[in-house]
C-alpha cells in the first residue's frame, strides 16, 4: 500500500526487494553510496532528467535525488506526474507516450 491505494509496488514489495538486492544489509549499510546513488557524490554528472509519479513510493527519493543533484551543480530536469503509479512507462498509457516523446526531446538537447 502507498497510503490506502494498492498499486504496482509498495512498501512490502520495496522491502522485499531491498532485502533481495542487498542480503544482510542493515539501512545504515544501504546508505552506502555504491549502494545507493541517493548518498554518492553527484559532482560532475551529466545533465539528468528523473520522472516521478506522484503516487509511485520511491516519489520522495527521486525529489531527493534531483535536489542533490542540482545543488552538486548538474542540470537537472524534474517532472511528477500525476497520478502516476511506480513504473507507469511501462503501460500502453497516453501519459507514456508524453514522456517518452519528452524523454528524446531532453536526450537530443542534451546530446546524450
Do not use: C
Not at 512498501?11 to 532485502?19: G, K
Not at 548518498?39 to 554528472?45: H, K
Not at 542540470?75 to 498509457?93: C, E, I, K, S
Request: glycine fraction near 8%.
Amino acid at each position: 500500500m502507498f497510503g490506502s491505494k494498492r498499486l504496482l509496488s509498495n512498501t512490502d514489495t520495496l522491502r522485499r526487494t531491498y532485502e533481495l538486492v542487498t542480503p544482510g544489509m542493515d539501512a545504515e549499510q544501504r546508505r552506502d553510496p555504491e549502494v545507493s546513488p541517493l548518498f554518492a557524490s553527484l559532482v560532475a554528472m551529466p545533465p539528468a532528467r528523473i520522472v516521478v509519479g506522484s503516487e509511485d513510493p520511491l516519489r520522495d527519493d527521486s525529489l531527493f535525488l534531483a535536489q542533490r543533484w542540482q545543488a552538486a551543480g548538474a542540470p537537472v530536469q524534474l517532472g511528477v506526474v500525476a497520478g502516476a503509479m511506480h513504473g507507469f512507462t511501462l503501460f500502453p498509457l497516453t501519459i507514456t507516450e508524453r514522456e517518452l516523446r519528452r524523454e528524446r526531446d531532453f536526450l537530443t538537447t542534451a546530446g546524450l
